[in-house]
């Protein structure tokens, strides 16, 4: 290895090693004992600040989510009381070491409901109202053996990245699993078991109560590199290379579609759509809510899997005045978002309450719940974005109109704003002047005539200023340098005539140059 190689060595293993120091036959030496130990103790006195301290009841956790998710009070009571219950121990835990032997029965979690109801929105808002790494996957992606898609023991070791590589933290962490369904047999219709979901149940069940799980994947190879340097890490104590999964809280989430079915035909036996008594069900809400364990297993799940998941809550799926609820009360409402991306133009808009209720009505038409609020509000917005950046206006209004039929209703405010546009476009004929003669030298000055052709030209074609000048004027700063070198002229009159024909023109201007030159010559 060269000289240059090895140094160049050296850098690599001070990006992943930064807190060691250079100076030993490989690059680094030792931290003095005294001050690892204290680096350490501070960050483990940070690390578990939070931990340590909690103290949260379960109505102060529902109140702080009430403020970013919508509807599913029961939801939020279930999770509020079962997370507390979880990090109460987990805190007696870290103050108590004689109770590390204590059997505990961890309050794994099942949420049961349709997609866009908010599950994930309420998992992130806990992990970070506790303060501990949060991770979600999709059951969809791993296999039994991690040879096709990913080994299901990847999402422990994603937690562990989440914690930014502090492995004490990610042991108190959440891993929420979507789409948990997908690994029952033909989605609870009957059908044969799926024998690789069966695997990765069987693989996930381990993890959900208590393994070791190494930090390394069979497909690591940085982590060889890594394990073989333990004495390296930043805190110069040995490297951890497992994680215990026993205290991180596991939450498995589905829309179980047609699970409702076979939990009615249990609790009433009567036809499909029916309560026993006649009322229409509108939704799978009611039925999904009296969930047990022997419908999870006629659905296609292993017993042992979900004995793992003994806190089970439904979600209930949104109505058109929840999705409004969403847009006006929710701090996390993707409302904000557009207000956000316009913001970054200069540019405010109010929206009304019509306009409010019909974008709710039309997303509660897409079936897909909040999501459907940015399906929505992204065919309002789409074409707005597109054409106000380039404009001067710099406010404007939605109404119940605008979200019918929002491209009448642009047109209607471009046209109302007409001479705000064409200033606009008469500023960027200045900038492309003040570009052109910083890049090549030359002053092009426009009359009031050629600058109105080049606005109506842009107008007219749909096309911004800049390209049209660029595409116009492409040949100029060569035949200009010509003109120049013959005549030392800088300045460049621009009239409606070379707008409508440029190349005509500078040709033009070249050879009158040349014919004045040849006749100074005779």
Same mark, same amino acid.
């Given at each position: 290895?060269?000289?240059?190689? $090895?140094?160049?060595? !050296? ?7 930064? /807190? ?26 940070? *690390? ?6 909690? &103290? ?9 989510? &009430?403020?970013?998710? =919508? ?80 080994? *299901? ?7 562990? %990245? ?11 962490? =959440? ?19 799926? *024998? ?9 069940? %381990? ?18 590199? +890594? ?5 390296? /890490? ?21 829309? $179980? ?8 035909? @249990? ?21 999904? @809510? ?68 019909? *974008? ?13 609020? #940015?399906?929505?509000? +992204? ?14 206006? @710099? ?18 405010? #471009? ?5 705000? !546009? ?19 030298? $030359? ?12 606005? /109506? ?5 749909? =096309? ?11 040949? $100029? ?8 070198? &013959? ?5 460049? &009159? #621009? ?8 190349? %005509? ?18």
């Amino acid at each position: 290895m060269s000289k240059n190689d $090895f140094e160049e060595f !050296q850098k690599q293993l001070q990006k992943m090693f930064g /807190n060691a120091k250079v100076g030993s036959p490989f690059g680094f030496q030792a931290q003095p004992e005294e001050t690892k130990e204290e680096a350490v103790e501070e960050e483990e006195e940070d *690390v578990f600040e939070k931990i340590r301290t909690f &103290n949260l009841k379960p109505k102060e956790i529902r109140d702080e989510l &009430n403020k970013f998710v =919508i509807k599913q009070d029961e939801a939020k009571k279930v999770l509020s009381v079962a997370v507390c219950d979880h990090y109460n121990h987990v805190r007696r835990t870290i103050e108590e070491s004689d109770t590390l032997g204590d059997e505990y029965a961890k309050q794994n979690i099942l949420v049961l409901g349709p997609t866009g109801v908010g599950k994930t929105y309420l998992l992130k808002c806990i992990a970070k109202i506790i303060g501990v790494p949060f991770v979600k996957a999709d059951a969809t992606k791993f296999s039994e053996t991690g040879y096709v898609g990913r080994d *299901v023991e990847d999402m422990v070791r994603d937690l562990v %990245k989440a914690a930014d590589g502090n492995v004490e933290l990610a042991e108190f962490g =959440i891993v929420y699993i979507d789409e948990i369904d997908k690994l029952s047999n033909s989605g609870g219709n009957g059908g044969g078991k799926d *024998v690789n979901g069966r695997g990765v149940q069987i693989n996930l069940l %381990k993890l959900m109560e208590e393994a070791e799980v190494s930090l390394k994947s069979q497909m690591d190879m940085m982590g060889q590199m +890594e394990f073989m340097m333990d004495s390296m /890490n930043k805190s110069g104590k040995k490297r951890k290379k497992t994680i215990n999964t026993r205290h991180i809280l596991f939450i498995v989430s589905g829309a $179980f579609s047609n699970l409702s079915e076979l939990i009615q035909r @249990r609790v009433s036996g009567s036809k499909i759509g029916f309560m026993s008594d006649g009322a229409v069900i509108d939704d799978t809400y009611e039925f999904l @809510r009296q969930v047990e364990t022997p419908d999870l297993v006629n659905y296609g799940f292993e017993p042992e899997f979900i004995g793992r998941l003994p806190v089970r809550v439904a979600c209930e799926s949104l109505k058109a005045e929840d999705l409004k609820s969403i847009l006006t009360n929710s701090k996390g409402s993707i409302l904000k978002q557009y207000v956000e991306d316009f913001a970054g133009y200069g540019i405010e808009f109010d929206i009304d309450e019509s306009a409010m209720t019909k *974008v709710a009505e039309k997303a509660y038409e897409e079936q897909t719940g909040a999501r459907g609020l #940015m399906t929505v509000l +992204e065919k309002v917005f789409r074409n707005f974005k597109f054409e106000l950046p380039s404009t001067q206006i @710099r406010k404007f209004n939605i109404c119940e109109k605008t979200v019918l039929d929002p491209l009448e209703s642009l047109s209607e405010l #471009m046209e109302a704003n007409k001479d705000l !546009q064409k200033d606009a476009l008469k500023q960027e004929v200045q900038d492309f002047v003040e570009r052109f003669e910083t890049e090549h030298g $030359f002053k092009l000055k426009f009359n009031a005539a050629a600058i109105d052709e080049i606005v /109506n030209l842009s107008l007219a074609q749909d =096309i911004t200023v800049r390209a049209l000048c660029e595409d116009k004027f492409k040949d $100029f700063p060569y035949g200009l340098k010509l003109i120049a070198e &013959n005549t030392n002229c800088k300045e460049f &009159n #621009m009239t409606k005539a070379v707008i409508k024909d440029p190349d %005509k023109e500078l040709s033009k201007w070249v050879v009158e140059r040349f014919q004045k030159d040849d006749d100074k010559k005779d």
